[in-house]
């Protein structure tokens, strides 16, 4: 049988067939970080406001802090980091893949070849894209304010990065599969404002009054907080920190494979 | 009349078997104990009304949703556990369309290509389905038509040697209907498998091979358009015959059945039309039009017997809302 150009005829004899899984998840990783960088609200929260937060506080002597000895930007560019990565995994993350799932795209993805697990995989890639993004812009502007991050630091930042990411990415999920839309859109803005301000990011938790500190050493956002500064001040990781992450990732994880609706 | 109809589809092989499918929502099936048999090379129409179960059925055979009861194979295999092995031989467009609303039209398009191995060239389908037009414009700022020509692009770009239509021509404008019919019947000749809903009795008439009937989630009725119009509620005795008259103004028929003579009714339906039912014969048609001559009435339209599919579907549903 002969057809027009661009009819989609199977092969006869020949099922159609998927690429390979690598290609796949890549293709839908990129995807997925175009999506969030072409979205002028997902830039403002992800790339903008965290080096404004950074300039701002650095540049600005109306908040006192207590640096430890380090100097302001030194200390306050591995909390921003960790802002960072939490708007890029969760705020950002939560938002788009709520209205992904009410527009029905989660659905859709799902039953091409890239199936379930390549679209998670595919988010956390782009998420991590995002990030890279996030880095080097937050990266240039501390380094412009002098920053001197410790070098044998670096690469346990990145530790520190992986495991927010896991965990804030898995609180995203959990928020998007289990809410609507319009009311995910709102706790994430919230839950990242209130978190940033009070929840041991930026300002670590044993600098916040009595009972917030108590609370903030334990959160996902503290213990964030507390790894980046950790590694990027003082070239080391620490070990609570890391494993209140690690937990929370985990748990976190499971609530959500257990929760998560995809319609 | 089921074991007749199956049995003409001995010589294609199922390519969509549900045997017994149960799916309940919060402890109410939705879903109850339907049959399903779609076959290559051929369109099969799940008609039913809103809340029939058909996209519960469908979304069940793609795998989205896994059966509480009963059995679903596509080429053979489980929707559900052999997911992997199965996806990139089937096609699907959701009712709702899937495409997240910040991209482009030929962006997403190209995206879901690189899902296969093999896709159609991009270019020559967007080209076909006439999405150059909108190709650099995002979702969100799609007409209905549009967005259903994309979504069905979208399905068939992986070669499917299975095709899920939920609902493909809701909100789409006569031009796209035309366009995406085409596509589906071009698709069926060169051997794939197509499952389409629809409440539309337009579509199920012009495009399916085999038409399922579904209401309260169980099939009712099934076989080709023909077959369906020739089943009977009883009034499909061989002599009798249903004459449906139009008119250009109103006129009270009742004297027509004395013209007609015994073995004839008329029924007023309304101000510009009445039925005539019983042994229509070619001189009926004729005593009909005469005795509206001399009552200087125009036929506007006249329909002869044959009962459309929306009648069989009515008679079977119910006429009442839901």
Redesign the interface.
């Given at each position: 049988?002969t057809?027009?150009?661009?009819?989609?005829?199977?092969?006869?004899g020949t099922?159609?067939?998927?690429?390979?899984a690598a290609?796949?998840v890549l293709?839908q990783a990129a995807?997925e970080a175009r999506?969030i960088l072409?979205?002028g609200e997902q830039v403002l929260v992800t790339a903008i406001v965290p080096v404004l937060a950074l300039v701002g506080l650095v540049q600005g002597t109306f908040v006192e802090l207590d640096t430890g000895g380090a100097s302001r930007v030194d200390f306050l560019a591995p909390g921003i980091l960790a802002l960072a990565v939490m708007t890029a995994s969760f705020t950002s993350q939560a938002i788009a893949t709520a209205?992904?799932r009410r527009?029905?795209?989660l659905?859709?993805?799902?039953?091409?070849?890239?199936?379930r697990g390549g679209l998670l995989a595919g988010k956390v890639l782009g998420v991590l894209a995002v990030e890279a993004v996030q880095v080097v812009l937050i990266g240039a502007a501390a380094l412009a304010l002098g920053w001197h991050p410790d070098p044998a630091g670096l690469a346990l930042a990145l530790v520190g990065v992986v495991l927010g990411t896991g965990a804030f990415t898995a609180l995203a999920l959990l928020v998007a599969g289990t809410l609507r839309a319009e009311a995910v859109l709102a706790l994430a803005n919230l839950l990242l404002l209130v978190l940033a301000l009070g929840g041991g990011v930026v300002v670590p938790a044993d600098r916040l009054p009595g009972p917030v500190a108590a609370v903030a050493t334990w959160l996902p956002s503290g213990a964030l907080g507390d790894v980046l500064r950790g590694a990027l001040v003082d070239g080391t990781l620490p070990l609570v920190p890391v494993l209140v992450l690690a937990a929370w990732t985990v748990g976190l994880g499971a609530l959500t494979a257990r929760l998560f609706r995809?319609? | 009349m089921r074991e007749h109809l199956d049995s003409l589809d001995v010589p294609h092989s199922p390519a969509v078997e549900v045997r017994g499918l149960v799916k309940r929502y919060d402890g109410r099936a939705v879903v109850d104990g339907l049959d399903l048999t779609a076959s290559a090379g051929r369109v099969t129409a799940v008609l039913g009304p809103n809340g029939a179960g058909k996209t519960t059925t469908v979304e069940c055979c793609e795998g989205l949703r896994a059966p509480d009861a009963g059995s679903v194979r596509v080429l053979g295999l489980d929707p559900v556990a052999d997911g992997p092995a199965l996806r990139p031989r089937v096609g699907v467009m959701l009712q709702d369309g899937g495409l997240p609303t910040g991209v482009r039209a030929r962006e997403m398009l190209d995206h879901v290509a690189r899902m296969y191995a093999d896709p159609v060239p991009t270019d020559a389908l967007a080209a076909r389905l006439g999405l150059d037009a909108f190709a650099r414009t995002t979702v969100r700022r799609l007409s209905g038509g549009q967005r259903q020509r994309l979504a069905l692009a979208v399905a068939v770009v992986g070669r499917p040697q299975v095709l899920f239509l939920d609902e493909p021509s809701a909100g789409m404008d006569p031009q796209s209907r035309l366009a995406v019919w085409e596509l589906v019947r071009e698709l069926r000749d060169a051997g794939a498998a197509v499952v389409l809903t629809t409440h539309l009795m337009e579509e199920a008439e012009g495009l399916a091979d085999h038409v399922v009937v579904v209401d309260h989630g169980t099939v009712i009725a099934q076989g080709s358009v023909a077959d369906l119009l020739a089943s009977g509620t009883g009034t499909a005795v061989d002599d009798d015959g249903t004459l449906v008259v139009r008119v250009s103004a109103d006129v009270d028929p009742a004297g027509l059945r004395e013209r007609l003579g015994a073995g004839f009714g008329v029924e007023h339906r309304s101000a510009s039309s009445f039925a005539v039912t019983g042994p229509v014969r070619p001189g009926t048609v004729a005593d009909v039009t005469a005795w509206l001559a001399e009552r200087d009435v125009l036929v506007t339209r006249l329909d002869t017997g044959r009962r459309t599919l929306e009648d069989v579907f009515l008679d079977l549903t119910g006429r009442s809302l839901r």
């Open positions: 049988m057809t027009a150009p661009g009819t989609p005829d199977a092969h006869v099922p159609p067939a998927a690429a390979p290609r796949r293709a995807f999506m072409r979205n209205f992904d527009n029905g795209v659905r859709l993805m799902a039953t091409t070849p890239l199936g995809w319609h | -």
